[in-house]
């Protein structure tokens, strides 16, 4: 017994003893890692100093999560060498907006609903996407959604392109590329017109030249889902992936899992991504929501929203899903 009291020690010792990397190792491996480039080294010296600045409150983020105080945890994302001022702008470039052209999807409040739902073991959901540098935040949450539909209808996973939401689904139908748009009338357009798949239309993360050719799917119809979290739950648990609006804030730039809770969210919707599930993690409720910054955020590019606080984020103000049919 002894002896064995006497290696968990050592072991103990051996971790703690371990030592820490230098900043300047964390600031060489996030460069490698999201191959970051700087063209100057005055931009390569601006940006290590903005690291460093926001590797030291991840740090001190994290003490209060280890501690239980706070129940997302923090790390080292592609926007770690961003400021917190860049990292708005590019999250309020999106401009979300939404016209209300669907059908009303009415809650029934007496469905038995599971308390876990997942609809990436289904099959029903894509890989993750980046939206890069391009406004259009939009147009993904929107083919996440045909996507899930596709799936669960048809009986195929098909990833569909965004790039063509970007450079067709325009000004006619109230959309400005990478300068936000509505993810209602990126379904009007497939409606009107389909869409192709990803590898016929690949992403370039700018808007171009329409040049749709083979469409592969299109939507039939679609429906708002009430604005209250009961409905989103019964709304994802029968329906599949839903599309909605969030608000993003500042505090997701360096968000590495657990339960997101945001206090500082106010009405303004600026984020379109997709619900794929909920479920409940250390007592915590939550909604399973894909995003489209790459799958180096987040929890493999998911993030676990608060569910049941008071509509944190707006997560159920903006809901809706489509249904689909093949080519016509």
């Known amino acids: 017994m002894k002896k064995n009291i006497w290696i968990v020690f050592l072991s103990l010792m051996s971790v703690e003893s371990t030592p820490k990397k230098s900043i300047q190792q964390e600031w060489y491996e996030f460069q490698t890692k999201f191959r970051k480039t700087y063209m100057t080294y005055e931009d390569s010296d601006k940006r290590f100093n903005i690291f460093r600045e926001n590797f030291g409150k991840i740090q001190l983020h994290n003490q209060l999560h280890f501690a239980g105080r706070i129940d997302h945890k923090q790390g080292i994302t592609p926007f770690t060498d961003w400021t917190s001022e860049e990292f708005s702008g590019f999250i309020n470039d999106n401009k979300l907006k939404l016209k209300k052209r669907g ?61 063509n939401l970007i450079d067709c689904a325009t000004e006619d139908y109230g959309n400005l590329g990478c300068n936000g748009g509505d993810t209602n009338a990126a379904f009007d357009y497939v409606r009107d017109n389909g869409i192709e798949e990803e590898y016929e239309y690949p992403y370039v993360a700018k808007q171009g030249k329409c040049l749709q050719k083979n469409a592969k799917l299109y939507v039939t119809r679609y429906y708002f889902v009430e604005k209250n979290e009961e409905a989103l739950k019964e709304a994802v648990a029968l329906n599949g992936p839903i599309s909605v609006g969030i608000e993003a804030t500042v505090n997701l730039q360096n968000y590495a899992g657990g339960v997101y809770f945001d206090d500082t969210c106010t009405y303004n919707i600026n984020h379109g991504v997709l619900v794929v599930g909920y479920g409940i993690e250390n007592e915590r409720p939550y909604w399973l929501i894909k995003n489209s910054w790459g799958s180096s955020w987040g929890e493999q590019g998911y993030l676990k929203l608060a569910r049941n606080q008071y509509n944190n984020c707006q997560v159920a103000s903006m809901a809706s899903f489509p249904l689909v049919k093949n080519e016509s």
């Open 103 to 163: 059908e009303k999807h009415y809650f029934k409040n007496n469905s038995i609903l599971p308390e876990f739902v997942d609809w990436r073991l289904q099959g029903a959901v894509s890989e993750v996407k980046d939206q890069g540098h391009c406004g259009s935040c939009w147009s993904f949450s929107a083919t996440g959604a045909i996507e899930g539909q596709a799936k669960l209808s048809l009986g195929k996973l098909i990833s569909l392109s965004e790039q």
